[in-house]
């Protein structure tokens, strides 16, 4: 199955102002925009269907707590705009040492639209807690993303 991937405008922002070196309080870490380039390359490579792929917690967006005082709006919204989110390691990981693969948490969510098993389009970048879903406006755009001949991620129309 051919994966396709999209960003939008806004995330497209995040992406080219994101750090090239790994932070300056974690140096053994990879960079952001590292952390960007593999969350991409696992997706188009296999898909959502291997945890092991992701270290990183992946959840639907329609998960909200039910004692957050906006529960209905926020389900409704991400519901709307099949919203999911991805706990991409920025700045690191801070998990348990029992903590399996696939469930790791960090300060950080990638926030992307998941239309389908084969097509998402990332949108925002957001810390948490507490829970913040993306503004609509973040939706606007899209720009495909997608692997050269070499391998390499590049930008397709």
């Not at 829970?131 to 390499?152: I, S, T």
Request: with cysteine; charged share 30%; aromatic share 14%.
């Amino acid at each position: 199955m051919e994966r396709q991937l999209s960003v939008s405008f806004h995330f497209l922002k995040i992406y080219m102002n994101a750090s090239q070196t790994p932070p300056h309080f974690h140096p053994r870490e990879r960079s952001d925009k590292e952390k960007f380039n593999d969350f991409m390359e696992r997706y188009l490579t296999h898909g959502f269907g291997d945890a092991q792929h992701f270290p990183g917690r992946l959840k639907d967006s329609t998960d909200v707590d039910t004692n957050d005082r906006q529960f209905v709006s926020k389900v409704q919204f991400a519901r709307k705009h099949k919203l999911w989110h991805y706990h991409i390691g920025i700045p690191r990981y801070e998990c348990a040492e029992d903590s399996s693969r696939g469930d790791w948490l960090s300060a950080y969510l990638l926030n992307f639209q998941r239309f389908s098993d084969s097509y998402i389009k990332l949108v925002d970048l957001n810390s948490h807690p507490p829970f913040k879903l993306p503004d609509a406006k973040y939706f606007d755009g899209e720009v495909g993303v997608a692997r050269d001949r070499k391998g390499h991620l590049r930008v397709v129309k």
